[in-house]
């Protein structure tokens, strides 16, 4: 098992699948965002890459064999980086999402100092995978968001 950075975020046919199947269970999004995120693939199913990615984000496939079997995405929000964290159904239960997730951390210097957060939304088919994938990978839960690197931040009104 091996994973490639993209300079660009894709979008192929199976993750196009796959974002079909689980996008608003595993993923929060609602019907109307989901409705419109496939008229913008419109009937080629992709994304226009450069409107949707940002130089500080890190877009990884997950490959084994040569063939993507799900992808790593780290993506810059504020002070944090948000992780979203799919691989595709023939391909669950091997181990590599914990795999891929540990080698996008340490390929990208996210491992150690900078602070990567994930959510595993309540309908989500894949809650108890994801949560161990997350564990494996050293994140821990707090105030229902999983964390790696949590720093406490504090506002202070004058």
Do not use: C, W
Request: glycine share 8%; net charge negative; aromatic share 12%.
């Amino acid at each position: 098992m091996d994973i490639v950075r993209q300079p660009i975020r894709q979008i192929d046919e199976i993750e196009y699948e796959h974002f079909q199947k689980y996008g608003q269970s595993s993923y929060g999004i609602s019907a109307e965002e989901l409705k419109g995120i496939f008229e913008e693939m419109g009937t080629e199913h992709v994304y226009s890459a450069v409107d949707h990615s940002y130089g500080e984000d890190f877009y990884f496939d997950i490959l084994v064999d040569g063939k993507i079997v799900g992808k790593v995405l780290l993506l810059k929000l504020a002070r944090v980086y948000q992780l979203d964290l799919m691989v595709f159904d023939p391909y669950k239960g091997k181990g590599y999402a914990t795999e891929g997730l540990r080698l996008a951390l340490e390929q990208s210097d996210l491992k150690d100092g900078h602070t990567v957060r994930a959510g595993i939304p309540p309908t989500s088919p894949h809650q108890e995978a994801m949560r161990r994938v997350l564990e494996k990978n050293g994140f821990e839960k707090r105030n229902g968001l999983y964390y790696l690197n949590f720093k406490k931040r504090y506002v202070v009104n004058h």
